[in-house]
Structures are given as C-alpha cells and as structure tokens.
C-alpha cells in the first residue's frame, strides 16, 4: 500500500507542471472567452460594463448556420481525405527499409521547413487563372479558359488537405511502427486476402494512431481561417474567418467571443465522445494495447 501511495503521489508530482500550464494557457483563457461573450461592446472596441445576453441575441444571424455547416463540412472533408492518404502512407513507410524510411520521413517533415503561409501563397500562385495547374489543365483538356480553380470551397480544402497531410502521417506511422506485422502474415496463411487483411487486422491495430491522426487533423480545420482567406472567396468564408473579422474589422470583442466559444464546444465535443469511447473499451482490449 505504502509502495502505491508513494507511486501515486510521484505521478502527481510529475504531472503537476503540465496540470499548470494547460491552466494557465488553455483553461484559463477559455472561462475568460466564455465570459466576456456575456459582456456588452463598446463603440472604440472594448469590453463594457455589467452583463447582457445581447451577444447571444446577435448570435442567431440566418448567415452563421451556413457558415458552421460550412466549416463543419470541409473539417470533415479533410479529415478523411487526410487519414485514407496517409493510412497506406504509414503501412508503406513502417514496412519498408530503414534507408527508404528516413527518407521518407524527410519528406513528410520538409514542408515544416518554409512557413505555412508562404506555402499557402505558392498555392494561390499554382491555382492562379494563368498558374501552372491551370494551363495544364487546359492543356490536357479537363478545364476550360473560363474554369476557376481559386476562390471556391474545392481551393480551400485542397490547400487544406496538403497542409494537414504530414499531421496525420506522423502519428500513424508511430502506430504502424508498433504494429506486429507477423499478424498479417498468419492472416492470410489462414486464408484472408491482403485488403481482408489489411482492413480487419491492421486498422484496428492502430486504432490509437487513427484517434491521434483525426483530432490532429480535425481540431486545427475547425479554426483555420488563412487558407480561406487567401484561396477561398466570400461564400467559402468559415467560422475563423468571422472571429477575425469582429475582431480586427468590426472591433466587437464579445461577438468574437462568442463564435470563439461555439468553435471551442465543437472542439470539445469529438474529445469527449472520444473519450467515453475509450473507457467502454473492454479489459481484454485494454490489456492487448500494453502488450499483455
């Protein structure tokens, strides 16, 4: 008992720090959104005297549905178009040699070299009407002159999925790179064919890895609003696209809020099923994640 104790409190001791500093950075932060969207505004841009619900009133613009459906839309899109690229990525990279790995693990961390929104700008420069990706298009016949490639939901997602990518490849290839392959093998000895395989022995084995690969992927899609700006047009506008603009246009600090504290209970929202997900996982599940 003595010995548990002791182990107990080590383990408080150690993760005490970081209890800390999510306080301070995150939770902390969080309740102070979450109250200034119940402050009133004041004409110069600050935040008022008292409490109102007025901002919660303003709240209920016919436009912002859309824009949520929206945001939620090409969250999702990105999502899943990142996990079923970079599934077979991390099953490829964990298999092959070590040489071929590292390089490969270049690749995926090269784009991390230049800053995202210069890469974002090299986008709207390939998509422009006279860009690269257009006239080839044009060239081979799938696009017309009068074909727009920028400022349409399929820019926005595209530029999105290419910058997410290397966020779902790293954790699926650190779960993959666990995985005993062995388990494969004797599946099709006992007869299943690679896909069987491969869809009923090596994607629940790297379950943890796809979980880490969505909320690494997902939760920053819900806040992007660079990639909209500059690729998108008015009618890709998406949630973080209007928090910045009461921010810095209209200088409404409490309606910033309160966009800002919708965007975080949909944030919240795939952790916590994500989480009672995982506490109905069953012993013997939990026992062969560790190995036992």
Request: aromatic share 10%; net charge positive; charged share 15%.
């Amino acid at each position: 008992m003595k010995t548990r104790a002791r182990t107990r409190w080590a383990e408080c001791f150690v993760t005490l720090p970081s209890l800390v500093w999510l306080g301070l950075l995150f939770l902390v932060p969080t309740v102070l959104v979450f109250a200034i969207t119940f402050k009133p505004a004041t004409p110069y841009g600050g935040i008022g005297e008292g409490w109102t619900l007025e901002t919660l009133r303003t709240l209920g613009n016919p436009n912002y549905p859309a824009i949520i459906w929206r945001t939620l839309r090409l969250s999702m899109l990105t999502t899943g178009a990142c996990i079923l690229l970079a599934t077979p990525m991390a099953y490829y990279m964990a298999r092959t040699g070590e040489v071929w790995r590292r390089w490969l693990l270049l690749l995926v961390v090269l784009p991390f070299w230049t800053s995202s929104l210069v890469r974002i700008f090299a986008w709207k420069v390939l998509l422009h009407p006279e860009g690269l990706v257009k006239q080839a298009l044009v060239a081979l016949g799938l696009a017309g002159p009068e074909t727009m490639l920028l400022y349409n939901e399929n820019a926005v997602l595209l530029v999105m999925v290419y910058t997410e990518l290397p966020f779902a490849i790293l954790p699926l290839y650190a779960a993959a790179d666990k995985f005993d392959f062995q388990l494969i093998e004797a599946a099709k000895d006992l007869g299943a064919t690679s896909f069987r395989a491969f869809r009923s022995i090596f994607l629940p084995g790297i379950r943890v890895g796809l979980l880490t690969a969505f909320l690494m992927v997902f939760i920053p899609s819900l806040g992007s609003y660079v990639i909209p700006d500059v690729v998108g047009g008015p009618t890709s506008e998406m949630v973080g696209n209007k928090i910045a603009q009461r921010t810095f246009v209209d200088r409404n600090l409490p309606h910033a809020a309160g966009l800002s504290a919708i965007l975080a209970l949909t944030v919240v929202a795939p952790l916590v099923a994500i989480t009672v997900l995982r506490r109905k996982t069953s012993p013997r599940d939990a026992l062969r994640e560790e190995g036992i």
